[in-house]
C-alpha cells in the first residue's frame, strides 16, 4: 500500500491533478501515511479513499478494525467520516466529494480523506450502481481563484526591488515551469543573479540565461566569497531550496531583508529570517512586478557580474576536473546525464546523495528537462513507485537515479511497471549502504559507524531486475554508463543500470573538487 500511495503522488505531479488511492479497512489506511506526508509538505493533490467497518462495530474488537477517523491528522486538507450508505444519500455524497477534490487541489494543494464506512454483504449491487452513474445531476463545481496580489503589494514591491543594489531572487522546489519562467523574466528584468534549485524547473530550459546561477553549492563553501558578496535584498519562492551552503550564507548575513512569496499560503522559511511573507500567486506577481522596473532603475554596482563570473569559472572548473577522470565517479553521473538526456525528458533523483549531486553537478542548460524529487519530508519511503507514478503520468522519457538503499526499501514497487507497461531508466549507484553518512560527524566512530550508520547489505541487483522483467547492465565505465542510458531511454520497458563506487572513495571525490572551485573564483578575482 506504501508503494501504491507514492505510484499515486507520482501520477498526480505529472498530470497536475488529484488522483484517487483506495484501499481496505484497517492497517491499509495506515500504510498510506509516508505517501500523505510527503503529499502534505510537497503540495501534492491526492484523494485517499479508505473502506472503514460500519460504525457499530469500530472499538469492539472487530477484525480488520483500527480507528480511521483523522488518522492523517493535520496533514490532510479536509477530511470526513461518511456515514454507511443508505438511499438518498447521494446529492450529499456528490457534495462530500466535490468538497475533498476542491480541498485537494486547491491553492494549498495536498491530500484530502473520505473515510468510507460499509456493512455486509460487501458485494455492490450492480444494478443501483448503473442507475446512479446513469443519473444526470452533476456534482457541485467548486471555483478557486489564486490570491493575486492588489495593485499596491505590485508597485510598492517593485519599487523596493528596484532599489535593492545587492539582490538575489532564489527559487526552490516547485513543479510549475511557469514559475520559473516567471522568476527568469523577473531576475532579467532587474538584472539579480537567480540561484535556480535544479527542482525548481528554473535551470533547465529556454528561459536559462547567464544570470542562472546553478554552482551555487559549489562556490559559496567558499568563505571568502560568501562573506565578501553579502545581499541586502533576497526574493525567495519555491520550497527551501537542496543546498546546505546556501542555507549557511542566508544565516550568516541576516541584516539581509528576505522576502518570501508563497501562493500556497503556507509557512516555508527554516532560517526564521524572513522579514515579510506575500502569500499571493508567485507567477502573477513575478510578471506584474517584472513589467514595472524599467533599466534605467537599476542600480550598476558589478553585482550581478561577480556572480555570474563564479557561475562561469566554477562550471568549467567541475566540468574540466570530472571530464579528467577515466573512471566513474558518483559526481559525474548527473554531468553525464546532462549531456545524454534528450529534450523533454524527466530526470527524478533520489534523496540523500543524489538529490545532492544533482544540485551540485547538473549545470544550467537551455535543453527543456523536467527535475523533479520527494522534497517535502525528504525520505527513501516510495522513490521507485514515485517514478513509476511519474512515468504513468506521460512525461516523455523518465529516468530514475537512484541509491541502492533506497531502491531496496521500495523494490516491490517495481511490480507496477510489469502491470501498466511502463517505460523508465533506473540508474542505480550502488555503494553498499548509506553514503552520505560518510560526509557526517558520525563517521568518525569507526567502531560503530559500519553497522549503525554504513549499513552495508552486499545486494545483488541483478536477480531483482530479472524478478520484475527488467533489462540489467552493470556499467563498469563511461563508454558503457553512456551506451546502456541511451539504449533505455530509446527503449520501451524497465532497465537498470547499476554503477558500482566505494563510499570513502566517494567522499575523496567530492572534497577534491572543492579547492578546485575556490581557485578558479580567485583566478577570476571574484573573491
Same mark, same amino acid.
Not at 8 to 26: E, F, I, K, M, Y
Given at each position: ?46 484523494? $485517499? ?9 469500530? =472499538? ?8 480511521? +477517523? ?17 438511499? %438518498?444519500?447521494?446529492? #450529499? ?32 449491487? /450492480? ?18 481563484? *489564486?490570491?493575486?496580489? %492588489?495593485?499596491?503589494?505590485?508597485? /510598492? ?27 527568469? /523574466? ?26 542562472? !546561477? ?21 526574493? /525567495?519562492? =519555491? ?7 546556501? $542555507?549557511? #550564507? ?38 506584474? +512586478? ?23 569559472? &566554477? ?13 566513474? &565517479? ?10 545524454? $538526456? ?15 549531486? $544533482? ?48 531502491? @531496496?526499501?521500495? &523494490? ?22 548509506? %553514503? ?31 524478478? @520484475? =522483467?527488467?533489462? #540489467? &547492465? ?13 539504449? =533505455? ?9 547499476? +554503477? *558500482? ?11 577534491? !573538487?572543492?579547492?578546485? +572551485? ?5 583566478? !577570476?578575482?571574484?573573491?
Amino acid at each position: 500500500m506504501s508503494s501504491a500511495g507514492f505510484f499515486a503522488l507520482g501520477l498526480a505531479r505529472a498530470r497536475g491533478g488529484p488522483v484517487a488511492l483506495l484501499c481496505t479497512s484497517g492497517t491499509a489506511a495506515a500504510n498510506f501515511l509516508p505517501a500523505v506526508a510527503e503529499a502534505d509538505l510537497a503540495r501534492v493533490p491526492l484523494l $485517499l479513499l479508505t473502506a472503514d467497518r460500519p460504525h457499530e462495530l469500530r =472499538g469492539n474488537g472487530a477484525p480488520q478494525t483500527i480507528d480511521q +477517523v483523522g488518522i492523517y491528522g493535520p496533514r490532510a486538507r479536509w477530511a470526513c467520516d461518511l456515514p454507511e450508505p443508505t438511499e %438518498g444519500l447521494l446529492p #450529499y455524497l456528490r457534495a462530500a466529494v466535490a468538497r475533498a477534490l476542491a480541498a485537494a487541489a486547491g491553492p494549498h494543494a495536498g491530500p484530502a480523506h473520505l473515510n468510507l464506512p460499509f456493512r455486509e454483504p460487501l458485494v455492490p449491487d /450492480r444494478d443501483r450502481l448503473a442507475e446512479i452513474f446513469a443519473e444526470t445531476q452533476p456534482a457541485p463545481r467548486v471555483t478557486d481563484h *489564486r490570491r493575486a496580489a %492588489g495593485a499596491h503589494t505590485v508597485e /510598492r514591491l517593485a519599487a523596493e526591488l528596484a532599489a535593492a543594489e545587492r539582490g538575489l531572487i532564489i527559487i526552490g522546489p516547485h513543479d510549475d515551469p511557469a514559475l520559473a519562467q516567471s522568476a527568469a /523574466r523577473l531576475a532579467q528584468a532587474l538584472g539579480w543573479p537567480l540561484l535556480a534549485d535544479p527542482l525548481s524547473q528554473a535551470r533547465r530550459g529556454p528561459h536559462v540565461g547567464e544570470l542562472t !546561477i546553478g554552482a551555487y553549492d559549489a562556490f559559496l563553501r567558499d568563505e571568502r566569497f560568501a562573506a565578501r558578496h553579502a545581499p541586502d535584498l533576497v526574493l /525567495r519562492l =519555491g520550497a527551501m531550496p537542496t543546498a546546505k551552503p546556501l $542555507l549557511q #550564507y542566508l544565516t550568516r548575513h541576516p541584516q539581509a531583508r528576505q522576502i518570501i512569496v508563497d501562493g500556497g499560503a503556507g509557512w516555508r522559511e527554516p532560517t526564521s529570517l524572513a522579514a515579510e511573507h506575500i502569500f499571493a500567486d508567485e507567477v502573477y506577481l513575478c510578471d506584474r +512586478v517584472a513589467g514595472q522596473i524599467r533599466a534605467d532603475d537599476r542600480p550598476r554596482s558589478g553585482w550581478a557580474e561577480a556572480w555570474a563570473a563564479a557561475e562561469r569559472a &566554477s562550471q568549467a572548473a567541475i566540468a574540466a576536473h570530472l571530464a579528467a577522470r577515466e573512471d566513474i &565517479s558518483e559526481p559525474g553521473v548527473f554531468a553525464e546525464l546532462s549531456r545524454l $538526456l534528450p529534450a523533454g525528458a524527466t530526470l527524478f533523483a533520489a534523496n540523500s546523495m543524489p538529490v545532492r549531486d $544533482l544540485d551540485t553537478f547538473l549545470p544550467p542548460g537551455e535543453a527543456p528537462l523536467r527535475i523533479m524529487g520527494n522534497r517535502g519530508a525528504n525520505g527513501i519511503d516510495g522513490l521507485t513507485s514515485t517514478a513509476l507514478g511519474l512515468a504513468a503520468g506521460g512525461l516523455g522519457p523518465v529516468v530514475f537515479v537512484s541509491g541502492d538503499l533506497s531502491l @531496496y526499501h521500495d &523494490s516491490n514497487g517495481l511490480l507496477a511497471a510489469r502491470l501498466h507497461s511502463l517505460s523508465l531508466t533506473i540508474v542505480l549507484i550502488n555503494n553498499d549502504g548509506g %553514503g552520505i553518512f560518510s560526509f557526517l560527524p558520525q563517521a568518525s566512530e569507526q567502531d560503530v559507524f559500519e553497522p549503525l550508520f554504513g549499513t552495508p547489505h552486499g545486494l545483488d541487483f541483478r536477480p531483482l531486475a530479472e524478478l @520484475y =522483467g527488467a533489462t #540489467y &547492465s552493470h556499467a563498469a565505465s563511461w563508454p558503457e554508463f553512456r551506451a546502456a542510458v541511451g539504449a =533505455g531511454v530509446a527503449r520501451r520497458g524497465l532497465h537498470i543500470v547499476e +554503477v *558500482r563506487t566505494e563510499r570513502a572513495q566517494n567522499v575523496a571525490d567530492h572534497r577534491a !573538487i572543492w579547492p578546485v +572551485v575556490a581557485e578558479a573564483i580567485t583566478d !577570476i578575482g571574484v573573491v
